[in-house]
């Protein structure tokens, strides 16, 4: 069964700072999603991750997928305070269902 | 287009009751999917189906729990005699295609969630 397993689970930043998200995952998968969750809210699709060596950026975001390693990055630069939220990782099996990791909820600070 | 639809938004019960919580796909999406998120918690995985099939249910508690998501009308993801425990935000989430037919098709639009409340 995959296991995701993200970390850290709890990030507080000051504002201006750079950091970054892990996601590892234990078994063969391809493809790989980010999420973003607003407290209260339901998920909001970010990134689609589609091949090994993949890097994705909107904004401040960059994220990167290693399948070999079997591992994302999610890279904040310049942290503000908007992207205060909860970021899940989602790698695709290969029956073309997802499993999410536990989330990482970020706090940025002024 | 109005998105996934889940209803009811809130819904309360007492332990012991019947708990149904409804999902709308999105108009074209024919996969389904139900996620548990406990209070500061992650999602947790219950149910992947199709149209009349339940393609994965892994996550599913084996009692209590049922999904299904008929030919025509709502998925419905029904708990019976809920306990304390099951108090919970379900999301469900409906997607196009599958992931294998449309590589990176496969971003899941997620509903709104139910908040389930077990007095």
Redesign the interface.
Known sequence: ELKVEQNPLFLSMQEGKNYTIYCNYSTTSDRLYWYRQDPGKSLESLFVLLSNGAVKQEGRLMASLDTKARLSTLHITAAVHDLSATYFCAPVLSNNDMRFGAGTRLTVKP | NAGVMQNPRHLVRRRGQEARLRCSPMKGHSHV?W?RQLPE?????MV?LQKENI??E?GMPKERFSAEFPKEGPSILRIQQVVRGDSAAY?C?SSPL???LS??A????????SRLTVL
């Open positions: 999917y996620y918690e992650g999602l947790k995985f992947y393609i994965d892994s999301f989430a599958s992931e294998a590589p990176g496969n971003v899941l639009t997620f509903g709104a969630g």
